[in-house]
């Protein structure tokens, strides 16, 4: 499975748009980006997952480039719920659901 | 909307003892999928079943763990002897399939700590 590299750790204000980068150069043709979010004491949550289409729905924004290396996930106005640790994951598709998490980057959002 | 059930929420145990976590999937995921997460670490795949069968248990430390789902709809996972190094949380998740359109649900999970 590709690998994927992500910043330790980033800020937001409240209101402002988070954009959390993702770097997977080494990721292969059959394999989708995938995103989770882990809010603190709580299991991980899905957000979005793409192949090489921007994709939207209510929670976020997925952006990937077009030679696919990287994408970049983004909360169009962050809230103080949306600070979490957030997981960039790529995997095929035939194994799409079980997935290889990182230690992804912590956002935290504030005032 | 429906969540994945775990218990206990807590569970704090001596080491070289037994202990157990339960997990109801969301009702008609075949797939169930046991995690390990360390703190500070993402989550890690223990064992993987398809309704009752194990399809992936490469990553369990089969000397003291155990997994069974044999209704193939709730799921136990079992440590016997519980070591220091098993301190963790232990997260279950359930999906409808296995396809890229199968998301995760995952559970609360139950943090463990060996004393």
């Known amino acids: 499975d590709a690998k994927t590299t992500q910043p330790t750790s980033m800020d937001c204000a409240e209101g402002r748009a988070a954009n959390l980068p993702c770097n997977h150069s080494?990721?292969?043709?059959?394999?989708?980006v995938y995103w989770y979010r882990q809010i603190h004491s709580q299991g991980p949550q899905y957000i979005i997952h793409?192949?090489?289409n921007n994709e939207t729905n209510e929670m976020a924004s997925l952006i990937i480039t077009e030679d696919r290396k990287s994408s970049t996930l983004i909360l169009p106005h962050a809230t103080l719920r949306d600070t979490a640790v957030y997981y960039c994951?790529?995997?095929?598709?035939?194994?799409?659901?079980?997935?290889?998490f990182g230690t992804g980057t912590r956002l935290q959002v504030t005032l | 909307e429906a969540e994945v059930a775990q218990s206990p929420r807590y569970k704090i145990t001596e080491k070289s003892q037994a202990v157990a976590f339960w997990c109801d999937p969301i009702?008609?995921?075949?797939?169930l999928y046991w995690y390990r997460q360390i703190l500070g670490q993402g989550p890690e795949l223990l064992v993987q079943?398809?309704?009752?069968?194990?399809?992936?248990d490469s990553q369990l430390p089969k000397d003291r763990f155990s997994a069974e789902r044999l209704k193939g709809v709730d799921s136990t996972l079992k440590i016997q002897p519980a070591e220091l190094g098993d301190s963790a949380m232990y997260l279950c998740?359930?999906?409808?399939?296995?396809?890229?359109?199968?998301?995760?649900?995952f559970g609360n999970g139950t943090r463990l700590t060996v004393t």
């Open positions: 080494t990721i292969s043709g059959n394999e989708y």
């Open positions: 793409g192949l090489k």
């Open positions: 079943f398809q309704d009752e069968s194990v399809v992936d």
């Open positions: 009702s008609g995921h075949a797939t």
């Open positions: 994951i790529v995997s095929p598709t035939g194994t799409a659901s079980k997935l290889t």
């Open positions: 998740a359930s999906s409808s399939g296995t396809g890229y359109n199968s998301p995760l649900h």
